[in-house]
């Protein structure tokens, strides 16, 4: 008789651990798979020189903006570089999301991003600390997570100087980026808030949308330097204050006043319009 008791009191035990595990861990998204980006934000392939709007821009800034030439990237030290962490979720290239699982508590403690031309960007989940402010800094950088709900928060740190737009807008090596990463279904938001205290005046938020695709495959990406452009050695180019004459040719054609594209911040918020000139008629 006893053991008919302990027999009815143990199969409703284990169907409720049956049941537990089948449910999956509080807010342990999997953001794992291949992912292609949708495009369908502002020009983030080869946007013209001068281009600034919505970007909070320091006069910092500004200044480097103004000494940009694109013929930089044809330099031996440049060609082979990979994007950065702060620029490369806007790029065009396709992403893949892998992850890393604890054998024995099978949470995910690590998360791994990658596209066609960047480094192994690591999120670690693990609850370990940032490294100290004289680390080595990375193209990557040094990243965690941490679990709002259902979303994933990572903050980034560590990263090299590099550029958030390619015509020439910089950001420091004291940069901080505040990623959220939310999923609905088939479709991924990437939405990065970066602090720049040398670069930016406030912060700038940006977003990527991103879809599930099941049959992609990201190929290798091999790169050999070539002497692309005959120059002599150690030139660098580059334009000096006041002789950029690229830098307003964004302006002429969408018809914006230079004042408005050089407004830094105010270019982030809907008052800006009330700058803009009125159309001829």
Known sequence: MGNLKTVK?????FLLVIMLAAVPAFAQIDFSGEWAPNGNEDSIGNPY??????????????ARGEAWAASVQTLPEWQCRPHGFAYINRGPSQLRISKEVDPVTRQITAFHAEWLRSVDNAIYLDGRPHPPEYAAHTWGGFSTGEWEGDTLKITTTHLKEEYLRRNGVQHSDLITITTYWIRRGDILTWLNIVYDPVYLTEPLVRSQEYRLILNQQIPPYPCNVVEEVDR???????????????ITEFANKVGVPEDVVRAGAATMYPEI???LRKPSK
């Open 9 to 13: 009191t143990a199969v409703p035990l």
């Open 49 to 62: 020189v001068g281009d600034w709007l919505g970007i909070p821009m320091s006069d910092a800034s500004r």
């Open 232 to 246: 002599p050695k150690g030139v660098v180019p580059h334009e000096l204050p006041g002789t950029n004459t690229f």
């Open 273 to 275: 319009r009330s700058k």
